[in-house]
């Protein structure tokens, strides 16, 4: 176990058991989906591999790119507002104490969560969180087919927004 603190959080972090877990982790949620908005974060993951968000990532034992699922929202302006995350195996607490917390890393949001939205086969069930992310990305495929939507991206939908209100809190000052 490592201790990492980032913002509020102090993330206490087993990432070697992460690391082994995600080796047996070989098609990420985007490439498994298959949708015209997974297919669109392929494009947007290469573009957006900030260093210091992947920094993050692999001190926690998580490779970049992959994700267990991503779900994008348009935005008013036509940018896409993706919402996704990571699994790592420990725990995390906030310092203040407050439920909603939300850190910049990059051009990333982050935002902790304990427990697991849904068992996924590589991963313990017990003693593991969610690193969840948001972004502002654009459409970079040359075709978009908004009927691709299926069954896990609504349900990726209504997680993202659950956490919505806050983020367009935390940016209006
Ligand atoms: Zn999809």
Redesign the pocket.
């Known amino acids: 176990m490592k201790t990492i603190n980032i913002g509020q959080y102090i993330i206490n972090v087993d990432a070697d058991a992460t690391r082994r877990a995600y080796s047996g982790y070989n098609t990420p949620g ?1 490439e498994r ?3 015209g ?2 297919n669109n974060w392929v494009e947007a993951r290469k573009l957006f591999k900030d260093e210091s968000f992947v920094d993050l990532l692999s001190s926690m034992g998580i490779p970049y790119g992959y994700e267990i699922e991503v779900c994008e929202v348009s935005g008013k302006d036509s940018p896409h507002m993706y919402s996704g995350w990571y699994i790592f195996i420990g725990d995390f607490e906030v310092i203040d104490g407050s439920e909603n917390h939300s850190h910049e890393v990059g051009p990333y949001e982050i935002r902790l969560s304990k427990g697991l939205s849904y068992p996924v086969e590589e991963f313990p069930k017990e003693g593991v969180s969610e690193l969840h992310f948001f972004i502002q990305t654009q459409w970079y495929l040359k075709k978009q087919d908004p009927n691709t939507v ?1 069954k ?2 609504k349900i990726g939908y209504m997680l993202y927004n659950t956490f919505a209100d806050l983020i367009s809190k935390k940016k209006k000052p």
Request: one cysteine or more; proline letters at 11%; aromatic letters at 12%.
């Open positions: 985007p989906c298959k949708c908005y997974c299926t896990k991206t």
